[in-house]
């Protein structure tokens, strides 16, 4: 089996290559349309919806749990420029007295560096480096956050998903209490605002965790992930009021251990209904801030990814382990795609979002919209542009359709 793969050259007609280079010209200088998904397919004949935790998305591109998600401006700003999806900061998990056995994930740290990372493959792209963790206000300042999000989210048809690290013991218990008080908190929250719809939730596995002293036993690991998805089931009035899905890690592990973490999970006596893959790399030497140890992206955390996914599908009838979400270096429509041929259904982003703007043509608007108008319109690795090439050379014409081409090849 092989993974069918994009040429470094998409074959792109003349006619369509001159319309899309027109586009991107013109909206690097003028706003975009709205809602600019029926644009492209009034325009272009592609149809870009997405899907997360089985939910239909205006389109595949979401911005990552992160440093960009943690207050109602942020996520407004993503509305207007028309992200499909916003997962919102993790919040550490608590009980009901505020007791919080991850409260070492609660530190505050503001200060990020966007810095040039050459992969081992000797291609560049980004990297975030920072000392920070998780959401570092009150739980109730997030629950007051989530339900600002969710009025923005109705407002631009954009799902918004609330994030979470809940307790992960080394040999211990589980301390049940916070997975309870947390998860029904979040709830309450959801049901306010969007009643008689599941709330979907992130379980956030990081790569600060898979850094620590915790992560250190393999066996360790797997006996999280065969234990959460019940943990984060069990609170909800009915299973079917949530669906929950699990960030996992790149661990410190050779790459075989990341399927065996997908085997796992995928085996738990309540598998998740989706899942993110694969949260950033952890390097334990680089030091920032006098602080030895940190995580990174890049193209490294691209190419691990996409090797742990292609040899899942190699050794399941290329099969996607489940719906998935794709997180990892997504700085192109390209990349994008390379994830959906490998079975996601989404992608989120953080990086490509933070990035200095002369990365970007486009010269108003926000961050996002500089990056959007790249990831849709750019002539040659913008998502238009690989979706003509799969519409030539392979008759797709939904970008939800790509995942089909995995079994085809
Ligand atoms: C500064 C920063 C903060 C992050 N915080 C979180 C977090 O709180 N929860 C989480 O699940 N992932 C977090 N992430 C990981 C991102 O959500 C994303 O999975 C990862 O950065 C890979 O995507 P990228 O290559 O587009 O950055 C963070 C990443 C960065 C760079």
């Known amino acids: 089996m092989n993974v069918y793969r994009l040429p470094s050259e998409l074959k792109i007609p003349a006619a369509n290559r001159s319309l899309l280079e027109r586009d991107y010209e013109r909206f690097a200088k003028a706003p975009w349309p709205t809602p600019w998904e029926a644009f492209v397919l009034e325009e272009y004949g592609f149809d870009l919806a997405g899907a997360y935790a089985g939910m239909p998305l205006r389109n595949p591109f979401g911005k990552a749990s992160g440093q960009l998600s943690l207050n109602a401006a942020q996520v407004n700003a993503d509305g207007e420029a028309g992200l499909g999806f916003v997962v919102l900061k993790t919040v550490i998990a608590q009980d009901e007295t505020g007791a919080r056995m991850m409260q070492d994930w609660a530190i505050k740290e503001t200060k990020m560096q966007v810095e040039e990372i050459t992969g081992k493959s000797g291609e560049k792209g980004f990297t975030v480096t920072w000392k920070g963790r998780g959401w570092y206000d009150t739980f109730e300042a997030y629950l007051k956050f989530m339900s600002e999000a969710l009025d923005l989210g109705a407002k631009y048809r954009m799902l918004i998903v609330p994030s979470a690290k809940y307790h992960l013991p080394t040999t211990d218990e589980f301390k049940i209490a916070e997975y309870r008080y947390t998860t029904r908190a979040l709830q309450e929250v959801w049901r306010r605002k969007c009643p008689g719809q599941p709330m979907p939730l992130e379980k956030d596995f990081s790569p600060t965790l898979a850094g620590s002293d915790r992560s250190k036993q393999k066996s360790t690991i797997l006996r999280w992930l065969d234990t959460v ?141 500089k990056a959007m108008h790249e990831l849709v319109f750019h002539p040659h690795n913008g998502l238009i542009a690989v979706m003509t090439h799969l519409c030539e050379t392979k008759g797709v014409r939904r970008f939800l359709d790509i995942a089909s081409l995995a079994r085809d090849s």
Not at 273 to 297: C, Q, S, T
Request: proline share 6%.
């Open 229 to 369: 998805p019940r943990l984060l089931k069990e609170p909800a009035t009915s299973p079917a009021d949530i669906r929950t899905g699990l960030k996992i890690m790149n661990a410190m592990f050779e790459d075989a251990f990341q399927c065996e973490m997908l085997r796992t999970v995928l085996n738990a006596p309540f598998k998740p209904d989706f899942l993110i893959l694969f949260n950033r790399l952890f390097d334990p030497k680089k030091e920032f801030d006098g602080k030895v140890g940190v995580a990174y992206g890049g193209p490294d955390l691209s190419d691990r990814n996409l090797r742990t996914l292609d040899a899942w599908l190699e050794a399941n009838d290329s099969r996607a382990p489940v719906e998935f979400s794709a997180s990892g270096n997504i700085c192109s429509g390209r990349m994008l795609a390379e994830y959906a041929l490998r079975g996601a259904a989404s992608g989120q982003i953080h990086t490509y979002f933070q990035l200095p703007n002369s990365n970007y043509r486009k010269t108003e608007g926000s961050k996002t919209q």
